[in-house]
């Protein structure tokens, strides 16, 4: 009955998946569930979701990437009205609902430091659970995985995970319970791949593979590919989606700058009339004044191509101006848009087609070709169900770009395996080695890699978390088999422990003012990105910047002497002139006129700052340091550096377009 009950908002059959997914559900059992992108793993979660409220108890919902969270916190408060919260470090609405959604670090972070808050929770729900294989965070989702509460159950989703039943192996051998796993390869709208090679468009791999080893050879095996062969003019192939009528379209370019580049190529080539919407520059104004970015340069850019019905969309970006494409975008006001790889995960924006500008990127340090798991994150985004028969997806190529093995694993095998990314970092082990002492070596004894490897290769890691313990034994973190203030401090500076506990423990942090703590914050969250300019320190902050350095050397040095690989964050000054310009007279237009970063980068980095400003404020500290934080908070943390007023502005925005449509039906056609 109870089942019924909770799915009859939905006016369709459920997919046989789906069904088995809520079987396990009601079996009490953790479920795991592996699916194409668009098959309607969501409906499961809110399944879960809907359980759990109906019975009085509490769930939290995990997302990879803040973008993903804040959308969706807005869709879940349709479904769920009052009842949802959110936090995610730089936004806090509703933190003791019923139904809370965090990224991914805040639910771990809280996991170390709450051990005993979640008695109300009954089940969490991980969102992109693959995100366990990524190099940078997946570390955090072992780790909460390792420490969710016995009493919890599980639901994760991903799109394909070959070793799934591995992964499930695992859970189960951790947390002592059933788990279920439920996979489902057939794909709701069938795709069909395309290649665009020097100007040709063919559906034929055999003939690309053979073109790329006819150039291969030519090339005399030499192995040497082009890093931007895929670059170039894709005029015919623009112009061919939109005379097979195979638009709305995504296409994922690697570079900001071209994303840009091509969104005005397409504006430029396509015809007049074929993408656009008579009303489209109205709802573009309107949405662009409710979010205050009308004065924006970018805004009035971006204007002109969105009266041809296209767009771009990356990182660089105002987010309030993504936000405006998006909706254009979800709407089909927006025909075309030209996105980084970002824009594929999680968020919701089908298309009927995807476009793949070339098939290498840099991945670290180095360019090499897609992997497949991402090759399929963007690709299936190709396809909407109930609206299309079949998907279309299109790979640029040059056979110079690539060699023939390539080809067949990107486009011949399926994704690579989920490995275990556990790197656990210094704050973990703090807050382990509080909790359990000696015995906090046992996490990793429960990590995917220990289980996975039979226990073999278990040296390395046991060997790196005991050179880590040693590194704060040695700087004054742990005394005596417990924590000093030094370590509670660093207990709570996730990913920056040493690096700033090293300025807590020398008093530097204790004489700063204001703008210097602000300043110091936002140079430990900025990285420089590859191949850009340095900018120049201020006079006034080049003694404070050679005093910090001075002050690491000695973590560096112990981190070396005991071999461990990735030392203590560096500070990095190069935005201190754009901050301390804000902080000082907040005029977002001055700022951007006076750096040469973009406007996206500059947010998402006073928002870090934010937020490590907010997480230094709640460690035991002193009144005074604590007020000077809290007012740094607030100089940094207004106009469109406020997170949380872009997430209400958007609430508003959709609360007014609902009762635009409902106006608008009521008064019915003519």
Same mark, same amino acid.
């Given at each position: 009955?109870?089942q019924?009950?909770?799915?009859?908002?939905?006016?369709?059959?459920l997919?046989?998946?789906?069904?088995?997914?809520?079987?396990?559900?009601?079996?009490g059992?953790?479920?795991? =569930?592996?699916?194409?992108?668009?098959?309607?793993?969501?409906?499961?979660a809110?399944?879960v979701?809907?359980?759990?409220?109906?019975?009085?108890?509490?769930?939290?919902?995990?997302?990879?990437?803040?973008?993903?969270?804040?959308?969706?916190? /807005?869709?879940?408060q349709?479904?769920?009205?009052?009842? =949802?919260?959110i936090?995610?470090?730089?936004?806090?609405?509703?933190?003791?609902?019923?139904?809370?959604?965090?990224t991914?670090e805040? &639910?771990?972070?809280?996991?170390?430091?709450?051990r005993?808050?979640?008695?109300?929770?009954?089940?969490?729900?991980?969102?992109?659970?693959?995100?366990?294989? %990524?190099?940078?965070? *997946?570390?955090?989702?072992?780790?909460?995985?390792?420490? $969710?509460?016995?009493?919890?159950?599980?639901?994760?989703?991903?799109?394909?995970?070959?070793?799934? %039943? #591995?992964?499930?192996?695992?859970?189960?051998?951790?947390?002592?319970?059933p788990?279920?796993?439920?996979?489902?390869?057939?794909?709701?709208?069938?795709?069909?791949?395309?290649?665009?090679?020097?100007?040709?468009?063919?559906?034929?791999?055999?003939?690309v593979?053979?073109?790329t080893?006819?150039?291969?050879?030519?090339?005399?095996?030499?192995?040497?590919?082009?890093?931007?062969?895929?670059? *170039?003019?894709?005029?015919?192939?623009?112009l061919?989606?939109?005379?097979?009528?195979?638009?709305?379209?995504?296409?994922?370019?690697?570079?900001?700058?071209?994303c840009?580049?091509?969104? %005005?190529?397409? /504006?430029?080539v396509?015809?007049?009339?074929?993408?656009?919407?008579?009303?489209?520059?109205?709802?573009?104004?309107?949405?662009?004044?409710?979010?205050?970015?009308?004065?924006?340069e970018?805004?009035?850019?971006?204007?002109?191509?969105?009266?041809r019905?296209?767009?771009?969309?990356?990182?660089?970006?105002?987010p309030?101006?993504?936000?405006?494409?998006?909706?254009?975008?979800?709407?089909?006001?927006?025909?075309?848009?030209?996105?980084t790889?970002?824009?594929?995960?999680?968020?919701?924006?089908?298309?009927?087609?995807?476009?793949?500008?070339?098939?290498? @990127?840099?991945?670290?340090?180095f360019?090499?070709?897609?992997?497949?798991?991402?090759?399929?994150?963007?690709?299936?985004?190709?396809?909407?169900?109930?609206?299309?028969?079949?998907? &279309?997806?299109?790979?640029?190529?040059?056979?110079?770009?690539?060699?023939?093995?390539?080809?067949?694993?990107?486009?011949?095998?399926g994704?690579?395996?989920?490995?275990?990314?556990?790197?656990?970092?210094?704050?973990?082990?703090?807050?382990?080695?509080?909790?359990?002492?000696?015995?906090?070596? %046992?996490?990793?004894?429960?990590?995917?890699?220990?289980?996975?490897?039979?226990?073999?290769?278990?040296?390395?890691?046991? $060997?790196?978390?005991?050179?880590?313990?040693?590194v704060?034994?040695?700087?004054?973190?742990i005394?005596? *088999?417990?924590?000093t203030p030094r370590?509670?401090?660093?207990?709570?500076?996730?990913g920056?422990?040493?690096?700033?506990?090293?300025l807590?423990?020398?008093?530097?942090?204790?004489?700063?003012?204001?703008?210097?703590?602000?300043?110091?914050?936002?140079?430990?969250?900025?990285?420089?990105?590859?191949?850009?300019?340095?900018?120049?320190?201020?006079?006034?902050?080049?003694?404070?910047?050679?005093?910090?350095?001075?002050?690491?050397?000695?973590?560096?040095?112990? #981190?070396?002497?005991?071999?461990?690989?990735?030392?203590? @964050?560096?500070?990095?000054?190069?935005?201190?002139?754009?901050?301390?310009?804000?902080?000082?007279?907040?005029?977002?237009? @001055?700022?951007?006129?006076?750096s040469?970063?973009?406007?996206?980068?500059i947010?998402?980095?006073?928002?870090?700052?934010?937020?490590?400003?907010?997480?230094?404020?709640?460690?035991?500290?002193?009144?005074?340091?604590r007020?000077?934080?809290?007012?740094?908070?607030?100089?940094?943390?207004?106009?469109?550096i406020?997170?949380?007023?872009?997430?209400?502005?958007g609430?508003e925005?959709d609360?007014?377009?609902?009762?635009q449509? @409902?106006?608008?039906?009521e008064?019915?056609?003519?």
């Open positions: 009955m109870e019924s009950v909770l799915l009859s908002r939905y006016d369709f059959l997919d046989a998946f789906q069904q088995r997914a809520i079987d396990a559900v009601e079996a059992h953790s479920v795991l =569930v592996s699916a194409p992108t668009g098959a309607g793993k969501t409906l499961i809110e399944y979701m809907a359980r759990c409220l109906n019975r009085g108890r509490n769930v939290i919902y995990t997302a990879p990437i803040k973008a993903l969270s804040n959308q969706k916190f /807005r869709e879940f349709v479904l769920f009205p009052n009842r =949802v919260g936090v995610t470090g730089d936004v806090s609405i509703h933190p003791d609902a019923p139904l809370i959604i965090m991914t805040i &639910y771990r972070n809280r996991l170390l430091e709450e005993d808050g979640f008695h109300a929770y009954s089940w969490i729900i991980y969102d992109e659970i693959h995100y366990l294989d %990524d190099p940078e965070r *997946g570390t955090v989702w072992e780790e909460s995985l390792i420490l $969710k509460p016995s009493h919890m159950q599980l639901l994760g989703l991903s799109a394909t995970i070959p070793n799934i %039943d #591995e992964l499930a192996a695992w859970m189960r051998d951790i947390f002592a319970s788990v279920q796993v439920i996979r489902e390869d057939h794909r709701p709208v069938p795709q069909r791949l395309f290649f665009q090679v020097r100007g040709e468009i063919t559906d034929n791999l055999e003939r593979r053979r073109w080893q006819r150039m291969n050879r030519r090339r005399g095996h030499s192995g040497a590919v082009s890093r931007f062969a895929g670059s *170039g003019r894709p005029e015919p192939l623009l061919h989606l939109i005379e097979t009528e195979r638009i709305p379209m995504i296409y994922f370019s690697f570079s900001r700058k071209r840009e580049w091509l969104a %005005d190529l397409a /504006r430029r396509i015809p007049r009339g074929t993408t656009s919407d008579n009303d489209i520059l109205d709802r573009y104004d309107v949405l662009c004044e409710r979010f205050g970015i009308t004065s924006t970018r805004a009035a850019d971006m204007r002109q191509l969105v009266a019905g296209v767009a771009y969309h990356h990182a660089g970006l105002h309030m101006l993504k936000e405006v494409v998006e909706r254009l975008f979800s709407d089909r006001s927006i025909r075309m848009i030209f996105t790889e970002t824009f594929a995960l999680g968020i919701n924006m089908p298309a009927r087609t995807v476009v793949i500008d070339e098939v290498r @990127k840099r991945y670290g340090r360019f090499r070709t897609l992997k497949n798991r991402d090759f399929s994150q963007m690709a299936g985004r190709s396809g909407r169900r109930g609206i299309d028969r079949e998907g &279309y997806v299109y790979c640029r190529l040059s056979p110079d770009e690539i060699q023939p093995q390539d080809l067949d694993m990107l486009f011949s095998h994704p690579e395996p989920v490995n275990s990314r556990l790197n656990t970092s210094y704050a973990t082990i703090l807050n382990l080695f509080q909790a359990y002492g000696e015995a906090y070596i %046992d996490i990793y004894r429960s990590s995917f890699h220990f289980f996975s490897h039979k226990g073999r290769s278990s040296g390395r890691q046991i $060997k790196l978390m005991a050179a880590r313990l040693t704060m034994r040695e700087l004054g973190c005394q005596d *088999g417990r924590l370590g509670h401090f660093a207990r709570r500076m996730y920056y422990e040493m690096s700033l506990s090293q807590y423990a020398a008093g530097t942090l204790e004489r700063l003012s204001v703008e210097q703590l602000a300043v110091v914050c936002l140079a430990i969250v900025f990285e420089p990105r590859p191949g850009t300019r340095r900018a120049p320190v201020p006079r006034e902050y080049r003694r404070l910047r050679s005093e910090i350095s001075g002050l690491l050397a000695p973590v560096h040095l112990a #981190e070396r002497r005991l071999g461990i690989p990735e030392p203590s @964050k560096r500070f990095a000054f190069d935005l201190t002139n754009p901050l301390l310009n804000w902080m000082r007279e907040p005029s977002f237009e @001055k700022l951007i006129r006076q040469e970063h973009d406007e996206g980068e947010i998402r980095y006073f928002r870090m700052t934010v937020q490590i400003l907010r997480e230094m404020r709640d460690a035991p500290l002193s009144t005074g340091l007020r000077r934080l809290e007012e740094a908070v607030i100089r940094i943390n207004q106009g469109f406020d997170a949380e007023n872009q997430l209400r502005l609430l925005a609360v007014a377009e609902q009762l449509e @409902k106006e608008t039906n008064q019915g056609p003519g």
